[in-house]
């Protein structure tokens, strides 16, 4: 599907009417009325224009029409979740030719709609044998005209581009979130980055196992010592051409590709669901391919140490004295806070071999956070103030919510360890979340400009996409926000 900018035209296929719960909603469906030979009466009963409401009517010359409510103020992230909502439902419904009458709207809510439009033709059923055919809508005969005016051409043009930019980027995010582990092992990300590095013209090294034992990522190491599929260090590295002196952004992603717990073995309940650690990755990937992508004249390096969680003889055990690349000791608590021992090489070789201006890691790292802030919002740990203001200000704009929680060393007690110079989890269940943040403080070496995202909430969730969690993209459009707010800053 191609989805093309006109300006406001009879619409020839189905139109979709996005409608606002404004003070003027009544004069809205007044005007709206006689086209669709209504009585005003009977559409201001039938149609409260309250977010994700749907009223399917035909005009006199036959065209369908649907009015889509959007509730009352709606934000970037209600656009998105009302299209998507729209779409996933109608889309076997819908003519290969479509228009949205964005008439009424700022050329910016484009970018909503597009990421919205695009997610709700996504399809989990990655390995149903008897998937149904895609609908003619998504196929490439489908054609969505987004009708804008005007003065609104550049805004709506600009949004365009990036949503389109995020949302292939997003979606092939999705797959490899959903791909289960016997689909996908460490090597499948860093295959999956080459790939992207390729095309998007960007550099991508895979330190394999050999490779990690020579230049002595322990940590990394002792997490996967329990799995017969090998680690790898992906690095990702986008560099602007002709941009001289660009802002060099380092971004961390935790790429847990199972997490059995290790030795200290998770209860089965829920298991499955952790083929999705590496929720962390999948931002940082997505979102180096996508600063490529649009060219953003900013340096992002990402790394992804990435690797399994299994149990076998040969698993680290608890008790365990682990050496991390930066040649700090982690004494091993608990094999199931394997997260945290990753990052702290992803952190250590980001440090020592690329000083970035900024260290961002992302994870999907604890329960704790889950308990704290639900479904709602990700975890933002970080004692730099500015960081947390732009982080938190991209987190708004994008409805990618962050929520900031304490990093003081008050909690530095928990991950002092008697025997090594940390230990991975203080056996205490309070704070969790937090001591996991402390512990990652140590292996950024007092980087000043850190922080971490706890992502474990918000990586996967309930969705209109199936029954189960499953994956959200989460993190791509926060982080894309956030580097073209520094961007803008630094003008
Ligand atoms: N991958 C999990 C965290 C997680 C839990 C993510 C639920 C998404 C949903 C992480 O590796 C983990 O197991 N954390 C433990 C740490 C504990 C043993 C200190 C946890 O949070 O229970
Ligand atoms: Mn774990
Ligand atoms: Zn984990």
């Known amino acids: 599907m191609n989805i093309i900018l006109t300006t406001p035209s009879p619409a020839s296929g189905d139109l979709i009417v996005p409608v606002l719960q404004s003070d003027s909603l009544a004069d809205q469906l007044a005007r709206l009325a006689p086209t669709l030979g209504l009585s005003t009466e009977v559409l201001q009963r039938d149609f409260k224009a309250e977010a994700k409401e749907v009223l399917t009517v035909y005009s006199q010359n036959g065209q369908k029409i649907y009015l889509l409510g959007l509730g009352n103020d709606p934000q970037e992230m209600d656009w998105l979740r009302t299209f998507r909502k729209f779409f996933f439902d109608q889309k076997r419904k819908l003519s290969a030719m479509l228009a949205?009458?964005?008439t009424s709207f700022d050329g910016n809510v484009v970018a909503g709609v597009v990421l919205g439009v695009r997610g709700g033709g996504y399809d989990l059923k990655l390995y149903q044998t008897d998937k149904p055919e895609t609908p003619v809508f998504y196929t490439d005969a489908g054609i969505l005209s987004l009708q804008v005016n005007p003065d609104q051409h550049t805004a709506a043009q600009e949004a365009l581009t990036r949503a389109e930019a995020i949302a292939h980027t997003q979606l092939q995010m999705l797959d490899l979130m959903n791909a289960p582990a016997n689909y996908k092992k460490p090597q499948t990300l860093a295959d999956w980055a080459a790939a992207s590095g390729n095309q998007f013209a960007y550099s991508v090294t895979v330190l394999?196992?050999?490779?990690?034992?020579?230049?002595?990522?322990?940590?990394?190491?002792?997490?996967?010592?329990g799995s017969d599929v090998p680690p790898v260090l992906i690095i990702a590295e986008y560099?602007?051409?002709?941009?001289?002196?660009?802002?060099?952004?380092?971004?961390?992603?935790?790429?847990?590709?199972?997490?059995t717990g290790g030795v200290s073995i998770k209860t089965s309940s829920n298991m499955h669901l952790m083929k999705s650690d590496m929720g962390g990755a999948a931002a940082v990937l997505g979102t180096v391919e996508v600063a490529a992508k649009l060219k953003l004249p900013i340096h992002v390096i990402g790394i992804v140490p990435s690797t399994e969680n299994s149990t076998d003889g040969r698993s680290t055990k608890p008790g365990d004295v682990v050496t991390a690349y930066s040649g700090k000791t982690i004494e091993i608590i608990d094999t199931d806070a394997e997260g945290r021992v990753i990052l702290a090489d992803g952190l250590g070789y980001m440090v020592r071999n690329y000083q970035p201006d900024v260290l961002i890691d992302l994870a999907t790292l604890t329960g704790s956070v889950i308990a704290t802030l639900g479904y709602?919002?990700?975890?933002?740990f970080t004692p730099n103030d500015e960081l947390a203001a732009t982080l938190t200000q991209a987190a708004n704009q994008t409805g990618e919510r962050l929520w900031r929680?304490?990093?003081?060393?008050?909690?530095?007690?928990?991950?002092?360890?008697?025997?090594?110079?940390?230990?991975?989890?203080?056996?205490?269940?309070?704070a969790g979340a937090i001591s996991a943040a402390?512990?990652?403080?140590?292996?950024?070496?007092?980087?000043?400009?850190?922080?971490?995202l706890d992502i474990a909430g918000m990586a996967f969730a309930d969705s209109e996409?199936?029954?189960?969690?499953?994956?959200?993209?989460?993190?791509?459009?926060?982080?894309?926000?956030?580097?073209?707010?520094?961007?803008?800053?630094?003008?």
């Open 100 to 102: 949205i009458d964005l």
């Open 208 to 225: 394999d196992k050999a490779e990690l034992e020579r230049q002595k990522l322990g940590a990394l190491l002792s997490v996967s010592q």
């Open 239 to 259: 560099k602007p051409e002709g941009v001289e002196n660009p802002r060099k952004v380092g971004l961390v992603g935790k790429g847990v590709t199972f997490d």
């Open 376 to 380: 709602h919002a990700a975890g933002l």
């Open 405 to 430: 929680l304490p990093v003081w060393d008050a909690y530095t007690e928990d991950i002092k360890s008697d025997v090594a110079d940390v230990k991975n989890y203080s056996g205490k269940p309070f």
């Open 438 to 452: 402390k512990f990652l403080e140590v292996f950024s070496e007092k980087h000043p400009a850190w922080a971490h």
């Open 465 to 491: 996409f199936g029954s189960q969690k499953n994956a959200t993209g989460f993190g791509i459009r926060l982080l894309i926000a956030y580097l073209q707010l520094i961007l803008a800053k630094k003008e």
